[in-house]
């Protein structure tokens, strides 16, 4: 189920990015057409149609939770729907403005930066003699 959810998931935001794309573009207006035909097509109607209504709205259809808030209404989102979504059992909608919600994408762990040189420890100085 999980890879469905994946997949899913990913078509929304090549979708979105698609749509902005077209927005945005003076040329090439028929390529990107034919590009989000094609994801659209793998889209389940359902979802399809809940993002056709955001977007007829002018709003984001998909929202990204960072830190436990959704990023499009900045409300946090409850501890079930994380546990759902960190689990990718199921899609989930952010019961406070309706956008769909997915985790970010966790880039691959840096290489940890070298350690410091220990500090010298100051000679200590004798007190003055009176």
């Given amino acids: ?3 469905i959810v994946t997949e899913t998931l990913q078509n929304l935001i090549e979708l979105h990015r698609l749509e902005e794309q077209l927005d945005r573009a003076r040329t090439g207006k028929t390529a990107l057409q034919s590009q989000i035909d094609e994801v659209r097509a793998k889209l389940i109607p359902n979802i399809l149609g809940h ?8 709003k984001r259809s998909i929202a990204e939770v960072r830190n436990n808030v959704c990023s499009g209404c900045h409300m946090t ?25 997915h ?4 880039a691959p ?22």
Avoid at 82 to 92: F, P, S
Avoid at 109 to 130: C, D
Wanted: glycine share 4%.
């Fill in 77 to 101: 989102v409850a501890i079930g729907i994380l546990a759902t979504l960190r689990r990718m059992e199921d899609i989930q909608i952010c019961a406070n403005c309706g956008r769909y919600l």
């Fill in 109 to 130: 762990p840096e290489t940890p930066a070298p350690a410091k040189p220990a500090r010298k420890k100051r000679a200590a100085t004798p007190p003055p003699a009176a």
């Fill in 1 to 3: 189920m999980s890879n």
């Fill in 103 to 106: 985790l970010p994408v966790e």
């Fill in 51 to 58: 993002h056709d209504r955001m977007r007829a709205r002018g």
